[in-house]
Structure formats: C-alpha cells, structure tokens
C-alpha cells in the first residue's frame, strides 16, 4: 500500500511509501484521503515519509507514460488529498525526513506544522520548471501557510531550500536531526492533539476558510484550464524530457 497508517498512542502517523521518491500518482492520492479518514479517533496525525524522502511530489513518469487521459483521472485526485490534509480538524505535523519537492512541498504546507531535518532534505516548489501550472487547491494551500508576498518568488524561481534557509525562509516551522526528526513531530502532535478537540477545530476552520472559500467558488472554473495546460503537446513533451533527463526512464 503507498501509505502506511502506524498509531502512536493519541496520534497516527500515515507513512507515504510509494517508489525511490514516494511521488504522488492516483493511488497515492486515493490512499492518503482514504486513511486520512481512518485515523478518526487519534487526537491528531503526523505525515512522513519512508527512507530519506519526504515525497517527491507528482509522479512524472506515471503522467509521461499515461499521457493526456492519465492527467484528467490524476488531476482531481491530487487537489482532493490536498485539501484532505489542509481540510483535517485535526493537528496535522509534516516530519519532513527529506526532500519535500513540488507536490510534496504543497503537502507539507497543508500541515499546521513542519519539522525538516537537517539531513540531506530541501523543501521548494518547482512546477513551472516543468511547464505546469498549479491547481488551484495547491496554490490557496501556499497562500495560506506562506501569504500572498512570498509565491512570486517560491513560484516563478522553483527555488528549493534547506536547513536555516528553509527556516529563515518560513517554508518550515523547525529543524531536527534525522533521527529525531519523527520524534519532534510527534511530540508537536502531542501537544497540539492535548488541546481542546472542538475549539481547536473551530479555530482551525476559522482561519482556513477564506482559502476554503476561494478554492469552493473558483475550482470549478479554474481547474478546466490547469487539466488543458497539463495535457497539452508542450507540457507533455516537457514531461517527457525531464523524466529523460532525470530520471532515465527508471521508476
């Protein structure tokens, strides 16, 4: 399964294990909303990766391979496990075990908070390197956790930061050695999980809601352009050359 549900104590920890950079793809995106919903009862969640990734964001084989019909299945899926994150009551922690790119960026900032590792592990957004537009729930989830000042320069540049930049930056909370990096998030969890159930999720939604609301009103509009420049000749051939380039057809 690409995502593994582990309980410690009050707090689940979905584990993404999907391939060398746990991307992002259909199954992913489907398993993540589907065990975000079964971790119910814990009093709040942490989202890790496996080995020393984060995730790498969105699986651009899987889209190089299954072409223009692929990215219209992909494409709602991904908005929706963003927003599935960004839509929890409860605290969510990003213990960020390595590289957070693109996608993987996005899902951290759905998170209430990120603990990045001083390890090898930079955490940027790099889609207009490729050639692709940002849906629009990834874009409202950067606003939110960054503001509106910032995403001309983490946008247009791609710029990806680690350790104090990344800090310096606000793109994370706080850094930990890699062996302790699951262990802050946990203890953040914690302690966000020891608050109030219902104000704290009354707090939450009261800040997120503007973003909730721009992402409801323009979604459906929006999304129809992104899913045309996604499919497009340009776009696809520039996916094809970066997985060339990048990853030499390896998965």
């Not at 409860?90 to 990045?116: F, K, M, Q, S, Y």
């Not at 874009?139 to 960054?146: K, N, Q, S, T």
């Not at 302790?180 to 999720?201: C, H, I």
């Given at each position: 399964?690409?995502?593994?549900?582990?309980?410690?104590?009050?707090?689940?920890?979905?584990?993404?294990?999907?391939?060398?950079?746990?991307?992002?793809?259909?199954?992913?995106?489907?398993?993540?909303?589907?065990?975000?919903?079964?971790?119910?009862?814990?009093?709040?969640?942490?989202?890790?990766?496996?080995?020393?990734?984060?995730?790498?964001g969105v699986d651009l084989k899987r889209i190089h391979e299954g072409g223009a019909s692929y990215v219209s299945e992909f494409l709602p899926l991904l908005s929706d496990a963003l927003l599935a994150v960004f839509g929890c009551p409860r605290p969510v922690?990003?213990?960020?075990?390595?590289?957070?790119?693109?996608?993987?960026?996005?899902?951290?900032?759905?998170?209430?908070?990120?603990?990045?590792?001083?390890?090898?592990?930079?955490?940027?957004?790099?889609?207009?390197?490729?050639?692709?537009?940002?849906?629009?729930?990834?874009?409202?989830?950067?606003?939110?956790?960054?503001?509106?000042?910032?995403?001309?320069?983490?946008?247009?540049?791609?710029?990806?930061?680690?350790?104090?930049?990344?800090?310096?930056?606000?793109?994370?909370?706080?850094?930990?050695?890699?062996?302790?990096?699951?262990?802050?998030?946990?203890?953040?969890?914690?302690?966000?999980?020891?608050?109030?159930?219902?104000?704290?999720?009354?707090?939450?939604?009261?800040?997120?809601?503007?973003?909730?609301?721009?992402?409801?009103?323009?979604?459906?509009?929006?999304?129809?352009?992104?899913?045309?420049?996604?499919?497009?000749?340009?776009?696809?051939?520039?996916?094809?050359?970066?997985?060339?380039?990048?990853?030499?057809?390896?998965?």
């Amino acid at each position: 399964m690409p995502i593994i549900l582990e309980s410690h104590h009050d707090v689940a920890v979905l584990r993404i294990d999907h391939g060398k950079g746990n991307t992002l793809d259909t199954d992913s995106c489907r398993e993540l909303a589907f065990r975000l919903e079964e971790t119910g009862e814990a009093r709040a969640v942490v989202l890790t990766g496996t080995g020393g990734i984060f995730s790498a964001g969105v699986d651009l084989k899987r889209i190089h391979e299954g072409g223009a019909s692929y990215v219209s299945e992909f494409l709602p899926l991904l908005s929706d496990a963003l927003l599935a994150v960004f839509g929890c009551p409860r605290p969510v922690v990003a213990a960020l075990n390595g590289h957070a790119i693109a996608g993987g960026a996005v899902l951290a900032a759905a998170c209430d908070h990120r603990v990045l590792t001083t390890g090898p592990g930079r955490i940027g957004v790099t889609e207009l390197l490729v050639g692709l537009p940002f849906p629009l729930a990834a874009l409202e989830i950067l606003r939110c956790a960054y503001g509106t000042a910032p995403l001309p320069r983490l946008t247009y540049t791609g710029e990806t930061l680690g350790g104090d930049e990344a800090r310096a930056a606000g793109l994370v909370d706080e850094l930990a050695p890699p062996e302790d990096v699951l262990k802050r998030a946990l203890a953040v969890a914690t302690r966000l999980g020891g608050l109030p159930a219902e104000p704290f999720a009354h707090t939450k939604a009261q800040i997120r809601q503007p973003f909730h609301e721009r992402v409801a009103e323009y979604r459906h509009s929006d999304d129809p352009g992104v899913e045309r420049m996604w499919r497009s000749a340009e776009a696809l051939a520039a996916v094809k050359s970066y997985v060339d380039s990048k990853i030499g057809g390896r998965g």
